[in-house]
């Protein structure tokens, strides 16, 4: 193993993972992360678990669950962990294996400041979008929109840069 591999499996990582949950089973999937959070907080490598929730449809929400870990051995360990293994094919989650590498690393010891960087990300027009398409509820129309926005915006550059 050379020193990059060493370093990337001793990075921080975030585990980003989401599901669709019926509203009339939100109560228990809140009980559920409960007892994953508590479950969790055993392992000496976790960090934090945070949920949000989006409004997707009439009768089912978006759920997205984020988790930070202090490496990826960490991360791998909890995954085997039965309690949040269960939870995640129980509640039928999408991705299967996303690791992420914390792109400033030093920024998870500041609560304050993470959490203000993560509410920043959740709501990001680049998130949703990504998540819309991995959710694939992006329409034709909802595309088109993009790009007549995106025209406009190149149209204007242009025009400034007169």
Known sequence: MNDNEQLSQDSPVTYINWTQVP?????QFMEDCNEV???LQKNPGFICFKINR?????????WLIYTEWKSRND??????NPTFDSF?????????EPQYDLIEQYDFLK?????????????????????KILL???????????????????AMAILILR
């Open 23 to 27: 509203i009339n089973e939100e109560q």
């Open 37 to 39: 959070a508590l479950q």
């Open 54 to 62: 989006e409004t997707a449809e009439e009768y089912e929400d978006n």
């Open 75 to 80: 991360l791998n360990y909890a995954l085997l």
């Open 88 to 96: 995640l094919r129980t509640w039928q989650f999408e991705n299967t």
């Open 111 to 131: 609560e304050s400041h993470k959490d203000n960087l993560w509410s920043k990300f959740v709501r990001s027009p680049a998130f949703l979008l990504v998540k």
């Open 136 to 154: 694939q509820e992006v329409s034709l129309g909802f595309l088109l929109v993009i790009a007549w926005l995106l025209g406009i915006m190149v």
